[in-house]
């Protein structure tokens, strides 16, 4: 089946630590997105990518970054310089084209220990 | 600019009964405008689509849109509410201008669904 995987589930995070979240697709989609999820805040853009070795910054993109070195994958990074890293981190991709509808993987929760 | 309000947080219901849910936008362009839903701990699902075809959209689940441009709204609908629809919904809009080939979605704040027996 296509769709995105995104690996791991749950990822924990010590002080001063880089972390690094996978995606990887299989539905030949041109365009790469990351959103963080915080409860009541509906979902934010990190970073986005069109094609393949390009990337452009989101809302949120401090303290985050990626690669786009596949057109299957797209990784993101949590540095020690994002401060409040804690949250639920999902991927998406889609053709491209403006008003194509995003397909999402089932996220990646990332906690402070 | 393009903005998204779902105008309810939470949305109680009983098994069996209507559920609405309601969604207003803005946007400086014709948007194209989706409900996704999800489950606890799990990624977003798309429920349905409107790209500027029939304003009345069916999509998966037995769930319903309306497009009213009149009134800016997208609410989301179904007959008859199953225990499996309780979840979080998220309305959302795509304000594309045909320039770039990216069109930057806005999501909504979500609405919480809560199915009773």
Redesign the interface.
């Known amino acids: 089946d296509g769709g995105?995987t995104?690996s791991p589930k749950y990822l924990f995070r010590k002080e001063g630590q880089n972390v690094t979240l996978s995606c990887e697709q299989n539905l030949n989609h041109d365009?790469m997105y990351w959103y963080r999820q915080d409860p009541?805040?509906?979902?934010r853009?990190i970073y986005?990518s069109?094609i393949v070795n390009d990337f452009?910054k989101g809302d949120i993109a401090e303290g985050y970054s990626v690669s786009r070195e596949k057109k299957e994958s797209f990784p993101l990074t949590v540095t020690s310089a994002q401060k409040n890293p804690t949250a639920?981190y999902?991927c998406?991709s889609s053709d491209?084209?403006?008003?194509q509808?995003?397909?999402?993987?089932?996220?990646t929760?990332l906690s402070i220990l | 600019a393009q903005s998204v309000t779902q105008l309810d947080?939470h949305v109680s219901v009983s098994e069996g009964t209507p559920v609405l849910l309601r969604c207003n936008y803005s946007s400086s362009y014709s948007p194209?405008l989706?409900w996704?839903v999800q489950h606890p701990?799990?990624?977003?699902?798309?429920l349905l689509?409107y790209?500027s075809a029939a304003t009345l959209v069916k999509g998966i689940n037995g769930f319903e849109a309306e497009f009213k441009k009149s009134e800016t709204s997208f609410h989301l609908t179904k007959p008859s509410a199953h225990m499996s629809d309780a979840a979080e919904y998220?309305c959302v809009v795509?304000s594309?201008?045909?320039g770039?080939?990216?069109?930057?979605?806005t999501?909504?704040?979500?609405t919480i669904l809560t199915v009773h027996p």
């Open positions: 995105i995104q365009a009541g805040q509906g979902l853009l986005y069109q452009q639920f999902l998406a491209r084209g403006g008003n509808p995003q397909h999402f993987g089932d996220g929760r | 947080s194209s989706f996704y701990n799990k990624g977003l699902q798309l689509k790209t998220f795509n594309y201008d045909g770039t080939s990216y069109g930057k979605l999501f909504g704040q979500g």
